[in-house]
């Protein structure tokens, strides 16, 4: 009876193991390529000055409270936001939080 409660027990974590890891193993997330979709839009940069990571960054880090911000490589536009909801995949998108960049 125990042997077969132990291999039970280990079937549970393999399969919660197969079902999780495909979420960890996403590239497009190592790769940063997502955007902000929901939260508090401070403003939005559209000048040339802003198409890239340095100078949105340093917008953002100009402005007290802004907490992130969304960088749009293929429109060319920076993103300020004060608070984050949701963010979701997007393919040529930098997004950063303040955390990550102090």
């Known amino acids: 009876m125990s042997l077969l409660k132990n291999l039970l027990i280990i079937g549970l974590f393999v399969s919660v193991y197969v079902a999780v890891s495909p979420a960890f193993a ?3 997330l190592n790769k ?3 955007e ?7 403003g939005y940069k559209t000048t040339s000055k802003y198409k ?3 100078n949105c960054v340093n917008a953002c880090i ?3 409270n802004c907490e992130a911000y969304s ?3 293929k429109g060319a536009y920076c993103v300020l ?4 909801r ?3 995949l997007k393919e040529g998108a930098f997004t950063a939080q303040r955390k990550e960049f102090n």
């Open 26 to 28: 996403n590239t497009d």
């Open 32 to 34: 940063n390529e997502y």
């Open 36 to 42: 902000i979709t929901g939260g508090t839009v401070l």
């Open 52 to 54: 890239n990571a340095d």
């Open 62 to 64: 100009k402005k007290s």
């Open 71 to 73: 960088l749009n490589t």
């Open 81 to 84: 936001y004060s608070s984050v």
């Open 86 to 88: 949701s963010i979701q």
